[in-house]
């Protein structure tokens, strides 16, 4: 039943990345995109853990915890990049 | 996989935990698709970011805990620096569009004579680029 749930959860979180990834590639705005980025990688952390719970192995927490880390980077450099054109404010 | 030994409630409760997490993160993409403005889209996709991961993981907190029968509660760090740095990104989005195009700003309610904000926004959309009491501001 674990098992069961853990593979309807992953088909639930691929269709959630798909439908990020529609906004990804038809977004009006840079924002738009940078936001359909930040979905995505959210899920993706979700995906991975799932893996990790599917696989019965510890490796892939370390993996999820990275993806976090580099994913909020990733998202506020780009977010301060469009918004004021440069990222470390200098005076 | 061990899962023969899980109690039958246990295993309702996991299931239920990383369900809930999925369909969270289904309504959220599915907010991120459908809604109408930049705004009420970044409204979408945070109770991704809370919820479906929140479910997720707090799903796998107690599987692990209950197969390795001890307290596994690294998953713990995951969800707190996801919880901390969701509003942050969305904050500046957020703060990102409003500078692009400062016309979107809602003006301030109260006096709108002398502090006007629609005029102020404007005036430092003219210097864009430049900035310098613009950044006084923040």
């Known amino acids: 039943m674990i098992g069961m749930a853990i593979s309807i959860a992953l088909l639930l979180f691929a269709v959630a990345m798909l439908l990020a990834a529609w906004r990804l590639l038809q977004g009006p705005d840079i924002l738009d995109r940078v936001l359909a980025l930040e979905t995505l990688y959210t899920n993706a952390i979700a995906v991975v853990i799932l893996l990790g719970l599917k696989f019965a192995t510890q490796l892939y927490f370390e993996a999820a915890l990275l993806m976090a880390m580099l994913g909020f980077i990733g998202t506020v450099v780009t977010a301060r990049f469009v918004g004021r054109g440069d990222v470390i404010?200098?005076? | 996989?061990?899962?023969?030994?899980?109690?039958r409630w246990l295993e309702i409760l996991i299931s239920g935990l990383l369900l809930l997490g999925g369909l969270t993160a289904v309504l959220g993409a599915l907010g991120l698709v459908r809604f109408r403005t930049f705004f009420t889209r970044l409204h979408a996709p945070t109770k991704t970011s809370t919820l479906g991961i929140g479910g997720v993981l707090l799903g796998s907190i107690v599987y692990l805990s209950w197969i390795s029968e001890m307290a596994v509660i690294h998953q713990v760090l995951i969800a707190m620096f996801v919880f901390l740095t969701a509003p942050i990104s969305a904050h500046q989005m957020a703060k990102?569009?409003?500078?692009?195009?400062?016309?979107?700003?809602?003006?301030?309610?109260?006096?709108?004579?002398?502090?006007?904000?629609?005029?102020?926004t404007a005036r430092a959309g003219d210097q864009a680029g430049t900035g310098s009491d613009r950044r006084s501001q923040h």
């Open chain 1, 89 to 91: 404010d200098h005076d």
């Open chain 2, 1 to 7: 996989m061990t899962a023969a030994e899980l109690p």
């Open chain 2, 96 to 120: 990102a569009m409003l500078d692009a195009n400062p016309d979107m700003r809602p003006p301030l309610p109260g006096n709108t004579e002398t502090d006007s904000p629609r005029r102020e």
